[in-house]
């Protein structure tokens, strides 16, 4: 009922072989040293993605901290800016130091 590998012959064997080769079950060295050449290129590509976006990450850090630098300052700015005005004296609508006050009609 069985089929018998004897039966199959040395071309039946080949035949096999050749089948399991081409469905990928059985790889050949060829294409093992291809597979790993493009998962190293992969990795190698991954690499430098990741220190790409790194550098990029550093550089936003830096960014970010000028600019905390810079909104500190002009905070300050700000700040005597506002005490400087509080600091003058109000101007004077009655005409106290000796200038004419503008009328209104």
């Known amino acids: 009922m069985g089929v018998s590998w ?3 012959g040395a071309g039946g064997l080949i ?3 050749v089948l399991l080769v081409l469905t990928g079950q ?5 294409m093992l040293r291809n597979e790993r050449h493009d998962r190293d290129e992969a990795v190698a ?3 430098a993605d990741a220190k790409a976006w790194r550098d990029a990450y550093m550089s936003l850090l830096k960014s ?3 600019s905390t630098h810079y909104i500190g300052q002009l905070a300050q700015v700000g700040t005597t ?3 400087l ?3 003058l004296p109000a101007p004077s609508l009655s005409g106290e130091d000796g200038l004419d006050a503008p009328s209104r009609k």
């Open 6 to 8: 004897s039966s199959w």
């Open 15 to 17: 035949a096999l072989i």
């Open 26 to 30: 059985i790889t050949t060295p060829r």
């Open 45 to 47: 590509q991954a690499r």
């Open 64 to 66: 970010q901290d000028v």
């Open 81 to 83: 800016m506002n005490k």
């Open 85 to 87: 005005l509080e600091a």
